[in-house]
Structure formats: C-alpha cells, structure tokens
C-alpha cells in the first residue's frame, strides 16, 4: 500500500474558512499605504489602495462556519496558503506600475522578507516605496502573530498556526500573551530603529523604509544602490547592528530581560552568530581583489552582516564581487539567523545540530562499539526524531537550492550566479548579482517567487501542501 494512503487528509473547507481571518487583517493593514497616497497625493495609488484594503477586509469580515481548532497539518497548508493569497493581493497593488507577473514576484518577495526586486525604485510613487517595506514588516512580525494580535475572538483556533509559521515556543502559557510579547519586542526595536536611522543622517521618510526592511530582515531600499547609496559608514554600523537585532532570536530579549545579560550573551546561536560574521568578515577580506588593496572594512563587515543575518542591504554590487566572496555568501546565506528571528536560511540551531552530528560520528568511529555517545546540544541530549528532522530538512533545503540552480542555468547564466541566486531566494535574502532583473524570463521569475514562498515557510508548509496526500471539504461526522 503507498504511503499517501495513510497519510490523514487535509480539511480543505476548515483551511478556506480561516483564510478570511487574515484577509481582514490585511484590509486593516492596507489603511497606511492609502493613508501615503493621499499624504503624497499620488490618486491612482490610492484609488488602488482603498480598493483592495475594502475588498480584503470585507471578505475577512464574515466568520467562518466552524471555529473548530485546526489540525497540525491543516495549519501547515494554512501557513503556506496564507502568503501565497496575500502575494497575490499584493501583486495587484503593483499593476499600474508592473505586469503581473513582475507585481506578483515583488509583492511574494516582500511579504516573505526576501528582498530580491524586478522592479525600478526609482520609477515608483511613495505609496508603493512604503507597501514594500511595509510588506517586508508585516512578513517579519508574522501573519498569525498579527492576527492573534489584532483580530480578537480567533486566537482558540489559530496555536497550530503560530507553531506552523513562527516555529518558537509558547513563551508565557498563553497564546495572546506570548504573539503580543513578540510583537511588542519588534515593534520597539522599530521605533528605535526609526529614530537612530533619522540622527544618524538619514530622512524621515527614508529612515522609515529601511527601518521596516531592517528588522524585518528584509533588505528593500528605496534606491538601487541599496545602502551605499549614503556614502556613510555611520550609517553602514547603525544599519549592521540593527540587522543583528532581526537576525536574534525575540525570545532572547525576553529572557535576557527577566534574567540579565548574561543570559543574552550565553545563548548558543548568539554566539554562532558572531562566529559566522566574524569569520565572513575575514574571508570575504581575504578574496577581496579590489583596485588598490582591500576594501573598507566596515564594508566587509556590512556585507557579512546582510547575507547571514539574510537581510540583503548592499553597500557595493554583488555582481562586481570575487567568486571567492560570492561563494563565502552563499554560505553565509544557507546558514541564515537564529530560530525565533525574522532572518531566513536553514537557521544557526540546525547549523550547530549539524556540528555536533558530525562530532558524534567521527567520536563515534574512535570509540568502541559497545560505549554510550548521545548527541548533545544547547545542555541536553537530542532525540533521534530531532536529529532526523534537522537532517531532512537540511537535505530537502540543499536538493531545492541543487534543482533551482539548474534550472536557472538554463537561462544561459553562469552556474555561479544560478547558485547565488536560488540559495538568496531560498534564504530569503535578496543579494543578487544582477541576474534578477525585469529582463529575468517570467517562468524564471515565478521559479524563484516559489523558492522564496518555500524559504519563508522552512519548506514543510509548502511541501504538505503540495504532497498528493488525499483531501477532503470537510470533517467526517
């Protein structure tokens, strides 16, 4: 008999029924990119605008039928539904501006935090500058965790929700408390974010853009030249240091609250974190083989910041870098931030798991057959259903970046910045060395939104959903 038989089938009416609690909360979301237009006076950007902001929240406000708690693995397929229907929403604000296809790309790359664009900046009204980092915002925080916020009355339904797409544990016991603990911590530190940015040089209305793309480890700039646009390395530091706010993970702020620093700072992924920046910084120096010597350091830095902690900023062009920095990027970019964070890749804890599998086997091959090796990370030992799913992800993870890197050589790009670009998209980063462009083919491009969708979700969701397990409309009596 086939495994799908099996496999228990997906409530696809429970799952339709759900998907109007965040359309509301997208309707509600759509009031500030309107409340831009107008303030800029751009008409046709809000007549867009209020459009789709009454539609989505008049469709989000009629309650569903059942308010049945949803199933672990309707969740995950409600997960991955979620951002390719708020995608779509948002491909729609970029019509007057943008085809289709280049709207969809755009709008998928920014509610995922990827940061890889097609369009112009240059060309486009305030109102849609703003919906791009605002999209890359409201992706960092989290649908569900918004939703739990913001929509009262859902939040009995949705626990298999925030697991399936925030993938962190239940902080304070209490789902309300904990979605409203995460929000309150990354809305702070935008705040922060957006006053440090306006004292350290930048305009308001700048400030506010890359403060959204930032935290959200997003990378979205109002301009192509992305931060080097500034000339500035205080700019460069403060930018740095507010990527690392995004890449760790919130519930560490809490702790580290509660407990001290100390805490902070002892944390495992923290510290890989730094490891991975560190050693970034000295190997991109390393194979730098600019005009004159080594570039700037902070530069260095900057970019071993961006591609780690998966944000995307840029101060130089990726499409002028050494194949040695491409490549130390690329690692940098499959490796990702900390679980729990905005940041995107395979994440720092699997990263270390990893590590310490391949400790064990070579322990394992030194010592005798009959001697007790558990795998230990982070003070505990490791179950084999831990370690499995760390492993499989990992290779599901490596064989996506295997088959979207060919598939892009078929374009006729160099297999170097094939690889670049589908471990980007499926790290949710957005460095490229200019093969993503508005002259990228259209199935290219919808090859790489779908590596992006599948990146933001860590791939499961989108893999359940795509699974030919069997379905079913509704529960059975």
């Known amino acids: 008999m086939q495994i799908s038989h099996h496999i228990p089938p997906v409530d696809l009416r429970l799952v339709s029924a759900n998907i109007r609690r965040p359309l509301k909360l997208l309707g509600m979301a759509l009031v500030a990119p309107l409340a831009v237009a107008i303030v800029s006076r751009e008409w046709t950007q809000a007549i867009v605008f209020a459009g789709l902001a009454g539609a989505t929240y008049l469709m989000g406000r009629r309650e569903p039928s059942s308010t049945a708690p949803i199933a672990p693995r309707d969740a995950l397929v409600f997960a991955a539904i979620v951002y390719l229907v708020f995608s779509l929403v948002g491909a729609l604000a970029y019509l007057p501006h943008a085809s289709l296809v280049d709207g969809f790309f755009e709008s998928m790359s920014g509610f995922t935090t990827t940061g890889l ?3 112009d900046p240059g060309s486009m009204p305030n109102s849609l500058l703003f919906f791009r980092s605002y999209s890359q915002w409201i992706g960092g925080a989290g649908i569900i965790v918004l939703s739990i916020v913001f929509l009262p009355g ?3 339904t949705l626990l298999p929700l925030y697991s399936a797409e925030f993938r962190e544990e239940n902080l304070l016991g209490n789902l309300l408390s904990t979605s409203r603990l995460v929000f309150s911590i990354y809305g ?4 922060l974010g957006l006053g440090v940015f306006v004292l350290s040089g930048m305009g308001f209305f700048d400030a506010l853009l890359h403060v959204l793309s930032t935290l959200s480890t997003g990378g979205f700039s109002p301009y192509p030249d992305s931060i080097g646009r500034y000339g500035s390395v205080g700019i460069e530091i403060w930018v740095c240091l507010f990527m690392i706010a995004g890449a760790v993970a919130f519930p560490l702020y809490y702790r580290a609250a509660r407990e001290g620093p100390k805490k902070f700072f002892a944390d495992s992924q923290l510290r890989a974190l730094a490891l991975a920046i560190g050693a970034g ?5 390393l194979y730098d083989r600019s005009p004159g010597g080594h570039g700037s350091i902070v530069t260095h830095v900057f970019h071993s910041v961006s591609a780690v902690t998966t944000t995307g900023f840029n101060v130089t062009d990726a499409g002028g870098w050494t194949q040695g920095q ?9 490796i990702g931030g900390s679980s729990g964070s905005t940041a995107g890749g395979v994440k720092l804890i699997r990263a270390l798991v990893l590590a310490r599998v391949a400790q064990w086997y070579l322990h394992r091959a030194l010592l005798p057959a009959e001697a007790q090796l558990p795998v230990r990370q982070g003070g505990r030992i490791l179950r084999d259903d831990e370690i499995r799913s760390v492993v499989g992800l990992t290779m599901v993870f490596l064989w996506l970046i295997a088959l979207s890197t060919f598939l892009l050589t078929l374009t006729g790009c160099e297999p170097i910045d094939a690889l670049f670009e589908s471990t980007s998209a499926l790290g949710t980063v957005g460095l490229s060395t200019g093969l993503t462009s508005s002259d990228l083919e259209s199935w290219a491009k919808l090859l790489l939104a779908m590596d992006m969708w599948a990146g933001r979700l860590e791939i499961l969701p989108l893999l359940v959903l795509l699974y030919p397990s069997p379905r079913r409309s509704g529960r059975s009596s």
Do not use: N
Not at 188 to 191: K, V
Not at 326 to 334: D, G, Q, T
């Open 117 to 119: 664009s097609v369009l």
């Open 154 to 156: 859902v939040r009995a």
């Open 188 to 191: 702070g530190l935008t705040l």
């Open 281 to 285: 910084f000295v190997l991109t120096l």
């Open 326 to 334: 491409r490549l130390v990027a690329i690692v940098l970019m499959f």
